[in-house]
Structures are given as C-alpha cells and as structure tokens.
C-alpha cells in the first residue's frame, strides 16, 4: 500500500534561514510521481511540483529546491532565505491505488516564519 | 476566471440535516476529486471520479452521495449530518491522474 510519512510536524525558522521539509514515501509501483502542495493561512491549496521516479535531478525553481531520492524513497524540499510568505502547511503527495486515482497526502508539515 | 470554484464557501447547520455542495471547474479537465481536511489538517481522499463515472470510493459512509452530471460538475450530498462530519471539504481536478491537480477554495462544514 501507498504511503507518505512527514515526520516534521512544525518547523520554526527566523526569516532568511534555510528550512528543509522532509518527506518519505512508500509504494511497490516501479513508475510513480511525487507532488508538493503549499497551503497558506488563507486555506487553499496550492501546487508547487511534480517529480516523476525517472528523473531524480534535483530541481530548483527560485529560493524552492527539491531533492529526489529512490535509494531512501524520499523527496525532500528546500526553503532557501525563508520569508514570512512561506509560513504554511506544506504536504507531499503520492497517487496510488486503483489506477492512480487515490492520491495519499502526507500528514503536512506546518513551518511558521518569524521576522 | 476561477479554475475551480466551489459552493457554499461555509455551511452551518444542525445535526440530522441534509446538504450539498457544488464543485464546478473550467479547465477541462477529466478527473475529479472530493477531499475532507480535518481539524488537524489531514487530508484524505473521499471520491475520485474519470469522465464521469466513480473510481474511487474511499470506504465514505454512504450518507455521502457524490454526482457528476457532467465532467465539468462534481456535487456532494450529505444525508443526515452528523457531527463528525464537520471538516474543510475541497474539490479538486486533473487533467489526468499523473498530473497536478487544482484545487477548490474549499467549504467549511460545521454540523452543531
């Protein structure tokens, strides 16, 4: 059975630290893809990424990186020179199940950013 | 333009009572998703749903009824609310299952 673990349930940063958000993942399908939502306070839901299990280049967009790793089944993602804007929920995500159509959000990881 | 848009954006009512939402997204797009985020914020899967037709019942009490008339429409009714129902519900589409889904503003549900 699919399974997604973030372990870290809240991260307190000061602005322009560097804030890690870890995210593991279990499945027995050989091809898959990884996904990375934001939800601010505001409520929505917002994807950020999607990894597919073949392309395990680190990704970066911005002050947001993303490290990919079947040898630990993990999917890591990055903050450089945090901002109060970044304080949100953040969830990593795997579709599974039957067909794909059941995705598995992890638990969320909540960061707060302080000034 | 609203990707995807969802209606009421809050509901208060009591126990026993019966209440839909409505999903309705212009993007196009084939699948469908109904998602309940609880206090906690954990979000899990409810309804998944292709072209139209139900793939994915995810052992949801069947006091809760999904429909899609369309693929571009997917409402959910709820029979006999109870409290535990009280969550964020969202919606959500795809273009296919491997891709990004985008989500609704959601509808806070409070059952008293």
């Known amino acids: 059975a699919q399974k997604v673990t973030q372990a870290q349930t809240e991260i307190s940063v000061v602005e322009k630290e560097d804030v890690t958000l870890d995210c593991v993942y279990e499945?027995?399908?050989?091809?898959?893809?990884l996904f990375w939502y934001k939800q601010p306070p505001s409520g929505e839901l917002v994807f950020l990424i999607r990894r597919n299990s073949f392309d395990e280049q680190n990704e970066i967009s911005g002050r947001y990186s993303w490290n990919f790793q079947k040898s630990t089944s993990s999917f890591n993602f990055t903050i450089t020179a945090s901002q109060v804007v970044d304080s949100a929920v953040y969830f990593c995500a795997l579709p599974g199940g039957t067909g794909g159509f059941k995705t598995i959000f992890g638990a969320g990881t909540r960061l707060f950013v302080k000034a | 333009d609203t990707a995807v848009s969802q209606t009421p954006k809050y509901l208060v009512t009591q126990m026993g009572n019966d209440k839909s939402i409505k999903c309705e997204q212009n993007l196009g797009h084939d699948t469908m998703y109904w998602y309940k985020q609880d206090s906690k914020k954990f979000l899990k899967i409810m309804f998944s749903?292709?072209?139209?037709?139900?793939?994915i019942n995810e052992t949801v009490p069947n006091r809760f009824s999904p429909k899609s008339p369309d693929k571009a429409h997917l409402n959910l009714h709820i029979n006999s609310l109870e409290l535990g129902d009280s969550a964020v519900y969202f919606c959500?589409?795809?273009?296919?299952?491997?891709?990004?889904?985008?989500f609704g503003p959601g509808t806070r549900l409070t059952v008293t």
């Open positions: 959500a589409s795809s273009q296919e299952i491997t891709a990004e889904q985008y």
């Open positions: 499945t027995r399908d050989t091809t898959y893809y």
């Open positions: 749903y292709n072209n139209k037709e139900l793939i």
